[in-house]
């Protein structure tokens, strides 16, 4: 998002974004509008560059009039630049349902559609690596060595939490490869057990790509070690009842790997 302002008249101004979702209405509406204990709030602080809002669905009605007015008093062209993401999805959730009609097309002038994580093909690889490079660098040790078989993983992998999962995956694998242990594929596995019900824009339930996934994963596993409950489990952080359970819930057998 900050390569926003590489080029053009805010180059040196402010970007400063705001989750919406993670305040109550009474905090989100001193974090935007004001008054705030220290700082200035948001509004002021990005006038002249980029106010940023996140989750815009998450917006009150109240906070919603709020900010159109503040976009009305800004004239043509705005002196604050306003990017409003959505998060909404699933069936029939769209921003424009959330928010008042008369804001929603002021902040749609320009839609932008991002793919889904596990859409970005290699991209996956290059921001993992440079997200290990730099929390290897916060956390003084070298960046984990990602395997054939592991860039495969991740590449297959169906990132229900997009960039934020990756950024968290990319973290521990750094701080297990400073410990000498785990995976990339117990990271994986770990982080689609708490999967939300959700549409994906490909129309699919997101928990077939997760559950999809997992199965793949047991089994190339269970290939690997030959049919070795001991050393799957170990590889993919698994106790042996849950491995057990989902090894059921797929139809797998361990003397098909014999």
Same mark, same amino acid.
């Given at each position: 998002?900050?390569?926003?302002? =590489?080029?053009?008249?805010?180059? @040196? ?10 305040? +109550? ?6 974090? /935007? ?12 602080? =990005?006038?002249?560059?980029? /106010? ?10 109240? /906070? ?11 004239? @043509? ?11 909404? *999805?699933?069936? &029939? ?11 929603? #097309?002021?902040?749609? =002038? ?10 970005? &093909? ?8 440079? !997200? ?29 939490? +997009? ?42 339930? /997101?928990?077939? #790509? ?8 047991? $089994?190339?596993? !269970? ?7 001991? &050393?799957? !489990? $170990?590889?993919?952080?698994?106790? *042996? ?15 098909? #790997?014999?």
């Amino acid at each position: 998002a900050h390569a926003l302002h =590489a080029v053009g008249p805010r180059a @040196t101004k402010k970007f400063v974004p705001v989750s919406c979702a993670a305040y +109550n209405d009474e905090a989100l509406a001193a974090r /935007l509008f004001g008054p705030m204990e220290d700082g200035l709030p948001a509004v002021e602080e =990005a006038r002249g560059g980029t /106010l940023c809002l996140e989750d815009v669905e998450a917006l009150s009605e109240g /906070l919603q009039a709020r900010l159109l007015a503040f976009i009305s008093e800004q004239g @043509t062209p705005a002196e604050t630049r306003i990017i409003a993401i959505s998060n909404a *999805r699933g069936e &029939g959730r769209k921003a424009e349902d959330s928010l008042r009609p008369d804001l929603f #097309y002021r902040l749609s =002038a320009l839609k932008i559609a991002l793919p889904p994580l596990r859409a970005r &093909g290699e991209d996956i690889l290059q921001l993992f690596t440079r !997200m290990t490079e730099q929390f290897s660098e916060e956390y003084g040790c070298e960046p984990p060595q990602v395997s054939a078989q592991e860039a495969a993983q991740l590449l297959q992998a169906p990132w229900p939490g +997009n960039i934020r999962q990756l950024i968290n995956v990319a973290e521990r694998a750094v701080l297990q490869n400073r410990r000498g242990s785990g995976s990339i594929a117990s990271l994986l596995m770990a982080d689609g057990e708490d999967t939300q019900q959700a549409t994906t824009t490909e129309g699919k339930p /997101l928990k077939e #790509y997760v559950e999809s996934f997992e199965k793949m994963l047991i $089994d190339n596993t !269970m290939r690997r070690h030959k049919g070795s409950i001991a &050393g799957v !489990m $170990d590889e993919l952080c698994l106790p *042996r009842r849950t491995l057990n359970e989902k090894m059921a819930k797929y139809g797998l057998q361990r003397g098909d #790997y014999l």
